[in-house]
């Protein structure tokens, strides 16, 4: 299995851009995690999906953050306009079901905001 | 609310025990996560305790008192490529399938 797959890798981007990050989960799992990682706030969770559908964005930090899985192989992180608060690696994972607790995470994209 | 709390920093030598201990209070509680990350890495999951006692994976193990709300890992003969940050996660009946993480413990195995 090629594990979860994210694109791209690393983003620079200037303030007022939008910037789109993708995540392809392991097939066969169930739900999907989006995460962001900082220094100041640790690993936080943005919002995740069981079977395609959202089930809790209460971490989406505000309007300017979307998110959505039009099918069981992707998923799209949108930030618009973007802005240097929003620098961090973000993370997605995916987890079988019945297993939330053991989450497999992509590899991350670091986004850099200038 | 919920809060997790575990020790920022742990330094020991290489083949020494380290155990990261991890306090937590929730409204709710299923049971208790365990991931590694390296630097620059992403977290890897290391093991989940859902009842009291100890689970055992090869040189680590992981034990949890749901009466204590209180869990360890504890990481037997330590090598150099263990040095990571090592985090603790909740999963809440606040909302199904959510993991709430600690702050981490970076650990540094020196030689």
């Known amino acids: 299995d090629a594990g979860v797959i994210q694109s791209p890798r690393h983003e620079v981007t200037e303030m007022g851009q939008e910037v789109t990050l993708r995540c392809k989960p392991i097939?066969?799992?169930?739900?999907l995690f989006w995460y962001r990682q900082t220094m100041m706030r640790g690993l936080e969770l943005l919002i995740y999906?069981?079977?395609?559908?959202?089930?809790?964005d209460s971490g989406m930090p505000e309007d300017r953050f979307s998110a959505k899985m039009p099918n069981a192989s992707f998923s799209t992180l949108k930030i618009q306009p973007s802005e240097p608060r929003d620098s961090a690696v973000y993370f997605c994972?995916?987890?079988?079901?019945?297993?939330?607790?053991?989450?497999?995470f992509g590899p991350g994209t670091r986004l850099t905001v200038t | 609310g919920q809060s997790l709390e575990q020790p920022s920093e742990v330094t020991a030598v290489e083949g020494a025990i380290v155990q990261i201990n991890c306090t937590y209070q929730t409204s709710g509680f299923y049971g208790l996560s365990w991931y590694q990350q390296h630097d620059g890495g992403a977290p890897t999951f290391l093991s989940y305790n859902a009842l009291d006692g100890l689970e055992e994976t090869g040189r680590f193990s992981s034990f949890l008192s749901r009466s204590d709300s209180y869990g360890y890992l504890l990481l037997q003969e330590l090598q150099m490529k263990d040095s990571a940050s090592y985090f603790c996660a909740v999963r809440t009946t606040d909302s199904w399938g959510k993991l709430q993480f600690g702050a981490g413990t970076q650990v540094v195995v020196t030689p």
């Open positions: 097939s066969g799992h169930d739900y």
């Open positions: 994972a995916s987890s079988p079901r019945g297993q939330y607790y053991e989450q497999y």
């Open positions: 999906f069981n079977n395609n559908v959202p089930i809790d």
